[in-house]
C-alpha cells in the first residue's frame, strides 16, 4: 500500500511568488492534515480536513495561504504571495478518521520550501 | 499555553547502548501521547499511542511510559542501533486530531 505522498520534495522560489504543494493521502484515509516546521521550531499544526471539509484550519497563519482538498482526494495548499518567513518544511498527514483522537496519523516526506 | 518540552536535544551514544529521552508536557485536556521517530528528509513514523489509562507500551526495542499525574513521559531505547540515529519527537493529543509537538531529541548512534 502506497503512503502518503506529496510533491514536489523541494521547492525554490522568489519573495513575491506563488507555491503550491501537493499532499496524497493513503487511499481511503477521511482524515487529511497539513504541518508545518519553520526553521528550528516544532512542527505546527496547519489545518484539517475530513473529505472534502476543512475541519479545523486554526493553525493557518494568513490569508496567504489556501488549502484546499476537492472531492476529498487529494489536497494543496497554496501560498500566494509567499513571504519569506513561508520557509520550512511542509507536510501532509492522513489518518482513516474511523478511531477519533486515537488514529495514526501516517505523515508523508514533506515539502521543503525555501523562500529567497 | 498548550506546550511540549523534551531533553535532551541532543544525545551520542555508542551502539548496544540504552538511552532515555524524556517529555513533559502541559496540555490540557490530554488525550493521548505519541512519540514519533523521524529519519532525516522523512516524515515523522509513529512508535506508541498512550491515552490517559496506559502507563506503559512497548514496540520492539522501543518502550515508552506516561505519567498523567506529573505530565511526564520517557521513551527507552534498548540495544540501540546504527539504524536509530534520528528525531524522536514527544506529541501530544488535547481532545482533538491537533497535534502539539515537541522540538525532538536528535539521536545520534555511533559503532
Known amino acids: 500500500e502506497a503512503g502518503v505522498t506529496q510533491f514536489p520534495s523541494h521547492s525554490v522560489i522568489e519573495k513575491g511568488q506563488t507555491v503550491t504543494l501537493r499532499c496524497d493521502p493513503i487511499?481511503?484515509?477521511?482524515?487529511l492534515y497539513w504541518y508545518r516546521r519553520v526553521m528550528g521550531k516544532e512542527i505546527k499544526f496547519l489545518l484539517h480536513?475530513?473529505?472534502?471539509?476543512?475541519?479545523?484550519e486554526s493553525g493557518m497563519p494568513n490569508n496567504r495561504f489556501l488549502a484546499e482538498r476537492t472531492g476529498g482526494t487529494y489536497s494543496t495548499l497554496k501560498v500566494q504571495p509567499a513571504e519569506l518567513e513561508d520557509s520550512g518544511v511542509y507536510f501532509c498527514?492522513?489518518?482513516?478518521?474511523?478511531?477519533?483522537?486515537?488514529?495514526?496519523?501516517?505523515f508523508g516526506p514533506g515539502t521543503r520550501l525555501l523562500v529567497l | 499555553k498548550n506546550q511540549v518540552e523534551q531533553s535532551p536535544q541532543s544525545l551520542i551514544i555508542l551502539e548496544g547502548k540504552n538511552c532515555t529521552l524524556q517529555?513533559?508536557?502541559?496540555?490540557?485536556?490530554?488525550?493521548?501521547l505519541r512519540w514519533y521517530k523521524q529519519d532525516t528528509g522523512r516524515g515523522p513514523v509513529s512508535l506508541t499511542i498512550?491515552?490517559?489509562?496506559?502507563n506503559t507500551k512497548s514496540n520492539g526495542r522501543y518502550t515508552a511510559t506516561l505519567d498523567a499525574d506529573t505530565k511526564q513521559s520517557s521513551l527507552h531505547i534498548t540495544a540501540s542501533q546504527l539504524s536509530d540515529s534520528a528525531s524522536y519527537i514527544c506529541?501530544?493529543?488535547?481532545?482533538?486530531?491537533?497535534?502539539?509537538f515537541g522540538t525532538g531529541t536528535r539521536l545520534q548512534v555511533f559503532p
Open positions: 480536513f475530513v473529505k472534502e471539509s476543512k475541519q479545523d
Open positions: 506529541v501530544v493529543s488535547a481532545n482533538t486530531d491537533k497535534l502539539i
Open positions: 498527514a492522513s489518518s482513516p478518521g474511523l478511531a477519533g483522537f486515537q488514529e495514526t496519523q501516517y
Open positions: 498512550m491515552t490517559f489509562s496506559e
Open positions: 487511499s481511503g484515509h477521511d482524515n
Open positions: 517529555c513533559n508536557y502541559t496540555v490540557s485536556p490530554f488525550s493521548n
